[in-house]
């Protein structure tokens, strides 16, 4: 991926997670823009983006799944899968970003 990808320092907290699992997410959410509203990059794709082995990626999603952060589809007809960032972390983001918009305004 080019260009770069906002990090939220206090999503490992607020949300329970170690560090992989907080970029991955991000990874994610960042994937997601556009009109498809979905992360489609294989597991594959996502460990070589973030430097770590795919099992750390399968392990991270299902801790992902379970913290109710995303949720899988598979299409087996395709073979691929669809990943959707779930509300509660685009709200948790978007507070954020009103944040950091009006400490922008302060300035």
């Given at each position: 991926?080019?260009?770069?990808?906002?990090?939220y320092?206090?999503?490992?907290?607020?949300?329970?997670?170690?560090?992989?699992?907080?970029?991955?997410?991000?990874?994610?959410?960042?994937?997601?823009?556009?009109k498809?509203?979905?992360?489609?990059?294989?597991?594959?794709?996502?460990?070589?983006?973030?430097?770590?082995?795919?099992?750390?990626?399968?392990?991270?999603?299902?801790?992902?799944?379970?913290?109710?952060?995303?949720?899988?589809?598979?299409?087996?007809?395709?073979?691929?899968?669809?990943?959707?960032?779930?509300?509660?972390y685009?709200?948790?983001?978007?507070?954020?970003?009103?944040?950091?918009?009006?400490?922008?305004?302060?300035?």
């Amino acid at each position: 991926m080019k260009g770069y990808t906002p990090f939220y320092w206090d999503v490992p907290e607020k949300f329970n997670l170690n560090p992989t699992e907080a970029l991955l997410l991000t990874y994610i959410k960042n994937f997601t823009r556009g009109k498809r509203g979905y992360c489609y990059a294989s597991k594959k794709y996502l460990a070589e983006t973030l430097n770590v082995d795919p099992s750390t990626i399968f392990k991270a999603l299902n801790t992902l799944e379970e913290k109710q952060l995303i949720v899988r589809e598979f299409d087996s007809t395709f073979r691929s899968g669809k990943i959707y960032v779930c509300a509660i972390y685009d709200e948790f983001i978007e507070e954020k970003d009103v944040e950091i918009r009006e400490l922008k305004k302060e300035k």
